[in-house]
């Protein structure tokens, strides 16, 4: 078997699918770039399975949601939808299952990162669906979306990489009190290149302190203390 065979038997391994045609899976891993560099490649890449893949996914997602909350709103239903299919989330799965070790990249996108980027990843997740889908149909690409994803849909607030707190916070402040929350830098410690801010958020009466890397992070993280205090749902 040669190396190439190995490392797609190992990444079937951690898809927890087994291709019938090969050759799908191997054209799910090309992206646009190694073709700048391999001639045979020039016209060959993961795209068109990647928008393949993009809409059985969100036809599985939203299948499911639809089964699983039967009295929710569209709304609610279409926000949940929307993180559950988002780039952070797509690229979280694939770096789990080391997707990017098995891409097939240029030089000057694996000097730069495009192993862990996460646009690369997440385009290799649907591709490899869209792979999953023609080789096997429907009903085997729905489990292989929700062998990885189901738990993520299930506990998609706890998915802070997706959600913004502040913007949460503030659409339930404007409509309960008619204010919007004020942010205040407490402090900051720690060496520049390990530096932690310390912020603060207030509505009224009601404060959270949090600490982060960076303002920005220590805000969100502020904002989701007080949601929680406050009992805000973020749907």
């Known amino acids: 078997m040669s190396a ?3 490392n797609l038997v190992d990444l ?3 898809i927890n699918y087994y291709f019938n045609d090969k050759n799908l899976l191997k054209n799910a891993l090309i992206h646009r770039s190694f073709g700048n560099e391999h001639r045979t490649y020039k016209n060959i890449n993961n795209e068109r399975l990647e928008l393949l893949g993009d809409a059985v996914l969100g036809l599985v997602v939203a299948e499911y949601l639809y089964q699983k909350y039967p009295k929710e709103k569209e709304g609610v239903l279409a926000k949940i939808k929307s993180m ?3 780039e952070p989330v797509l ?3 694939s770096r789990k299952l080391h997707i990017g ?3 097939l990249l240029s030089k000057g996108e694996i000097v730069t ?3 862990d980027r996460n646009s690369i990843l997440g385009d290799a997740f649907e591709a490899i669906l869209g792979a999953i889908y023609l080789d096997s149909g429907f009903f085997a690409a ?3 979306v929700l062998f990885h994803l189901k738990e993520i849909i299930d506990h998609i607030d706890d998915f802070e990489e997706i959600l913004d707190f502040k913007t949460i916070l503030q659409e339930h402040c404007q409509k309960k009190f008619k204010e919007i929350p ?3 830098l407490l402090g900051e410690e720690g060496p520049d290149h390990r530096k932690l801010f310390e912020m603060q958020v207030q509505i009224q009466d009601k404060v959270a302190r949090a600490k982060g890397n960076n303002k920005k992070i220590a805000e969100q993280k502020a904002a989701k203390k007080l949601c929680k205090e406050m009992g805000v749902s973020i749907l």
Do not use: I, P, Q
Request: net charge positive; hydrophobic share 20%; glycine share 16%.
């Open 4 to 6: 190439v065979g190995r």
């Open 12 to 14: 079937e391994h951690n």
């Open 84 to 86: 559950a299919v988002s």
């Open 91 to 93: 690229s979280g799965v």
């Open 101 to 103: 070790d098995y891409l």
């Open 113 to 115: 990162g495009g192993r």
């Open 142 to 144: 729905k489990e292989y």
């Open 182 to 184: 004020k942010y205040t």
